[in-house]
């Protein structure tokens, strides 16, 4: 097929779903990082939905262009940009605040060792938050996910304005490629494979859970391990294969929009299950991603492991001390 007529075919699958989908209540959407390498697809992808009326974008360097440029595509949100000077009008009223903002990782590099910038990042866009939408839901892109969304709630705490139905780590990316590398292993159709994974957003902290992947299809124990590592290491093969140039920006975008949507309709009375690393008491962590049912308040019910393989209950017990270390070094310096 010639990129002319995937981009075609692509054009018009999107407007179809978007004709199918109610426009309801129009929601304010706000991306704090919007100029950023998953901040512009991530604006334009939120550009595209029906459910938003009005979309901030906040940079501290960039959102003009960005925003002038989005502000062309002819659906229903209204663009506004906003540059460092405009962090409380851009959020006033939100409720969705997406964060991309942030350092990425070059090779070597792992996403803990983003924590030093990106921890202070996070702090201030939340305080921030917690002064001017405190309704918000709030979805945590920022890298390290295991100890941004602690830092995160702490922060909220803090301004006594915490509602931990309304944190939610977007971990929506292990499940996109969990699924696109089971349906490429086993030639199915990926649309309707679903894995749910669960755990944390780093190494061995993601576990994806393919004895629970639907359709079910027999896996060796080498098919099962490298798929596992490969879900797990699949944000560095991104970081290698862009030698420098970053982490992944456009498969992010999509997985933040899909994850972005389903709050959204959660909030417009469409309950959607995703999975998300959100405040949990499902293992001894006290921050765990598991399959979550988003609703009009946000995280309505949090569901537990389900039936787990030895190969997975092994994953589970070897990311607990990490998971754990890392939940910790966030709550700290958001106390400190
Ligand atoms: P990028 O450098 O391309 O963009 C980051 C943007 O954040 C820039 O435009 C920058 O100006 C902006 N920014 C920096 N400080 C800011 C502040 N205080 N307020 C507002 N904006 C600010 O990086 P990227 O590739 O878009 O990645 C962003 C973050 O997302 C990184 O931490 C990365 O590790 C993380 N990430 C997470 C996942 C995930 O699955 N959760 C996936 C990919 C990337
Ligand atoms: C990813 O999983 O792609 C992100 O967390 C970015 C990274 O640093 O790997």
Redesign the pocket.
Same mark, same amino acid.
């Given at each position: 097929m010639s990129n002319l007529s995937a981009l075609q075919q692509l054009a018009a699958q999107l407007s179809r779903s978007m004709a199918t989908q109610s426009a309801g209540i129009g929601r304010k959407v706000a991306i704090l990082g919007a100029a950023g390498g998953i901040g512009q697809p991530l604006s334009m992808l939120m550009k595209m939905n029906q459910q938003v009326s009005q979309l901030s974008l906040y940079d501290i360097a960039g959102t003009p262009g960005v925003a002038a440029d989005v502000s062309h595509v002819n659906t229903r949100a209204q663009i506004k940009g906003f540059d460092k000077d405009g962090l409380a009008d851009a959020l006033r009223g939100a409720d969705v605040v997406i964060i991309p903002a942030g350092v @990425?990782?070059k090779p070597g $590099?792992?996403?803990d060792d983003?924590f030093k910038i990106n921890a202070g990042i996070v702090k201030n866009l939340v305080e921030a938050c917690g002064k001017h939408c405190p309704g918000a839901i709030l979805n945590i892109?920022s890298? @390290?996910?295991n100890s941004t969304v602690p830092i995160a709630a702490e922060t909220l705490k803090s301004l006594g304005v915490y509602d931990k139905r309304k944190l939610l780590g977007v971990t929506t990316?292990?499940v996109v490629?969990a699924k696109t590398f089971y349906a490429e292993k086993k030639g199915l159709d990926v649309t309707s494979v679903d894995i749910p994974v669960i755990g944390g957003?780093?190494g061995i902290t993601?576990l994806p859970l393919f004895s629970q992947a639907t359709p079910k299809v027999a896996l060796t124990a080498e098919e099962l391990d490298a798929l596992t590592k490969r879900t797990q290491d699949?944000?560095?093969e *991104? *970081?290698q294969a862009k030698a420098g140039k970053g982490?992944?920006t456009l498969? $992010?975008a999509y997985a933040a929009a899909l994850f972005a949507d389903s709050c959204l309709r959660g909030l417009n009375g469409q309950p959607t299950i995703e999975c998300s690393y959100v405040e949990s008491t499902v293992t001894e962590a006290p921050y765990f991603a598991t399959k979550v049912k988003l609703s009009t308040e946000g995280v309505e019910k949090i569901h537990g492991l389900g039936d787990l393989s030895d190969y997975e209950k092994a994953g589970l017990k070897a990311m607990m001390p990490e998971l754990i270390s890392q939940i910790e070094k966030g709550i700290e310096f958001a106390k400190a």
């Open positions: @990425p990782r $590099m792992t996403r983003l892109i890298n @390290p996910v990316l292990d490629r957003h780093a993601i699949g944000g560095t *991104v *970081v982490s992944a498969s $992010m």
